[in-house]
């Protein structure tokens, strides 16, 4: 039997290679000598830049920035040069403005910025590169990209013309004005190039503050605040650039970045999956599976949106393979994602405990739920053997 894991990472907890690493675990278990293939897969978010660096083998940067709750944090960027000479940075927003990066007791969307992503852009482009990728994903902000349009030169203005700094989404229903006349001119220079979720939208009841912001922190009351202020900032784009970005697929990317980046940078935004694939391939390896593995962190109804497990799903029930997928909890309408291909799905969790020690057990657990897996697989085998010895019908 040929068993192929593609997992995705397990937010805050565990990356795509450590979740691979733990699957690989629980199938060597269960028989060390199965045929296996294992591909951790990124989705733009956490290892984003580290593995397409590493597949392109190119140059990590590593490099002091604004954080996402305004102190300096330690980030990382890539460069590498293709055939034909191009040099291109990658940039991971998650390394720099990640929910990760945001301390729980500081989960609050109304204040958290995306004024690293900016830095880092800037950083890229004093390296005269030819082209940027940006990987959106896993973000821990919400302020539309305002802070990386900030760090670029972008001036937000006040009812008085005053110039005012925007800390987050909280700030942006306050935008009056803008002023782009000291937008970094190099911008124009550069292909930007945005592997983000296309199903995110800016505004509207599907707006991102309305489905993202409760997970990053937000309040009724808050959630309220930041798509309101996201209906007036997308408002001023339209008057400023003639750029309507109220519901442009990939808007809402990281919490509003994908508008920021389509707005202040020129950027082109595309089906996060469309740009990974050119550099994973997948569909040639899940066409000779017997079975496929993957995993992500959560899933529940916006799995089907875009998310890996979704995705390799799709691809699975193209060549008819059976999917399973291990996941860190079951949250809430998990039970669509039968209809978006996944045949089965199972929690790691093992026992009623906190959050902090389930994360702490999560490489064991996931090991011991593969293995799981692949004991119900034989006594499927099993019975479906017997039943054809019988002369019965599965």
């Known amino acids: 039997m040929k068993i192929v894991m593609i997992p995705s990472g397990f937010k805050e907890c565990l990356d795509a290679e450590e979740v691979a690493i733990a699957m690989q675990e629980g199938v060597c278990r269960f028989n060390p000598l199965a045929d296996i293939a294992v591909i951790p897969m990124i989705d733009g978010g956490e290892g984003f830049a580290k593995t397409i660096i590493n597949i392109k083998k190119g140059t990590l940067i590593h490099k002091k920035v604004i954080g996402p ?42 204040w958290t910025t995306t004024y690293g992503v900016g830095q880092l852009i800037s950083a890229a482009l004093d390296l005269e ?25 972008l001036r937000f203005l006040d009812e008085t013309g005053t110039e005012m ?31 983000c979720n296309w199903h995110n939208v800016l505004c509207g009841e599907k707006g991102v503050a309305r489905v993202f912001g409760p997970q990053k922190g937000a309040t009724e009351e808050e959630v309220e605040q930041l798509s309101s202020g996201f209906d007036t900032y997308a408002g001023l784009i339209q008057e400023h650039l003639g750029i309507d970005v109220h519901q442009s697929p990939g808007s809402g990317a990281s919490g509003g970045l994908g508008a920021g980046l389509v707005a202040f940078t020129g950027a082109r935004l595309h089906p996060r999956y469309d740009v990974i694939m050119k550099y994973i391939q997948i569909e040639e390896t899940i066409e000779q599976a017997d079975v496929v593995l993957t995993a992500e962190g959560c899933l529940d109804f916006q799995t ?11 691809i699975a029930k193209k060549h008819g393979i059976p999917v399973i997928a291990i996941t860190g909890t079951i949250g809430k309408d998990a039970h669509v994602n039968y209809d978006s291909g996944i045949d089965a799905f199972m929690s790691i969790i093992q026992k009623p ?20 897996s692949m004991r119900y ?12 010895h019988q002369g019965g019908v599965v």
């Open 304 to 314: 089907p949106n875009g998310k890996i497990p979704a995705e390799v799903a799709r």
């Open 377 to 388: 697989i034989r006594i499927g085998y099993q019975i479906a053997q017997r039943e054809q």
């Open 165 to 195: 700094v925007v800390r987050g989404g909280g700030d942006l229903e306050h935008v009056v004005s803008m002023d782009l006349s000291q937008l970094d001119e190099r911008l124009r220079k550069v292909n930007i190039d945005v592997a």
């Open 129 to 153: 590169v030819d082209n940027i990728l940006i990987g959106c994903g896993d973000s821990g902000t919400s302020d539309g990209g305002a802070g990386m349009a900030q760090a670029l030169g």
């Open 353 to 372: 405990i906190s959050l902090e020690k389930a994360m702490n057990k999560a490489s064991a657990w996931i090991a011991d739920s593969v293995e799981a």
């Open 69 to 110: 709750v305004g102190k300096v944090v330690k980030s990382h960027f890539g460069v590498y040069t293709d055939e034909f000479g191009k040099k291109t940075a990658v940039i991971e927003m998650a390394a720099v403005a990640g929910l990760k990066l945001v301390p729980r007791n500081q989960r609050n969307p109304l």
